[in-house]
T-cell receptor, first 114, second 112 residues
């Protein structure tokens, strides 16, 4: 079945540091890939997405590139802010008859200090 | 700008008690979902409803039932709560883009 593996957390950074959160996946066919973010006390929000190989999703300074050859979708940001402190989830959707169901990774807690 | 609304936000139950989590969306979405979130395990799909009148099991359906009351509402029922069902529950609905889910704020359930 489909699965998503994220790097173990938590991740603690100083403001303006470079961020990478690794994500790899196993899926049949050609899934779509997503990063969701969960701020404290809130539900998840879609951060960015990529629907085919070599696509780059980007939003709010975050980027991730769909790498089919390495089955990866790593999240990066060049300069993090305190307000980026949150839990980040990598996810995939197999499409077809999946009816939009998502398979999530375990989540990575990011804490950014001033 | 309500989006997806869940009630209650917090609930404490004793083992064996029953309860229903309510979810409503005002975005005219066809598909709705119930996930549970546990530490270190991400979100796992309990049940989903691809459209009004249909429901299907997800990854972890045991101990739960659902009802798609109409297009707006999708409820999750625990008939006989167990401590293993202590979790944070999220309802979501599917937007227009592939994989774009809109989530409620979550319901934190503790079963003693």
């Amino acid at each position: 079945g489909d699965s998503v593996t994220q790097m173990e957390g938590p991740v603690t950074l100083s403001e303006e540091a470079f961020l990478t959160i690794n994500c790899t996946y196993t899926a049949t066919g050609y899934p779509s890939l997503f990063w969701y973010v969960q701020y404290p006390g809130e539900g998840l929000q879609l951060l960015l997405k990529a629907t085919k190989a070599d696509d780059k999703g980007s939003n709010k300074g975050f980027e991730a590139t769909y790498r089919k050859e390495t089955t990866s979708f790593h999240l990066e940001k060049g300069s993090v802010q305190v307000s980026d402190s949150a839990v980040y989830f990598c996810a995939l959707s197999s499409g077809g008859t999946s009816y939009g169901k998502l398979t999530f990774g375990q989540g990575t807690i990011l804490t950014v200090h001033p | 700008n309500a989006g997806v609304t869940q009630t209650p936000k917090f609930q404490v139950l004793k083992t064996g008690q029953s309860m229903t989590l309510q979810c409503a969306q005002d975005m005219n979405h066809n598909s709705m979902y119930w996930y549970r979130q546990d530490p270190g395990m991400g979100l796992r799909l309990i049940y989903y409803s691809a459209s009004e009148g249909t429901t299907d099991k997800g990854e972890v359906p045991n101990g739960y039932n659902v009802s798609r009351l109409n297009k707006r509402e999708f409820s999750l029922r625990l008939e006989s709560a167990a401590p293993s069902q202590t979790s944070v529950y999220f309802c979501a609905s599917k937007g227009g883009y592939p994989g774009e889910l809109f989530f409620g704020e979550g319901s934190r359930l503790t079963v003693l």
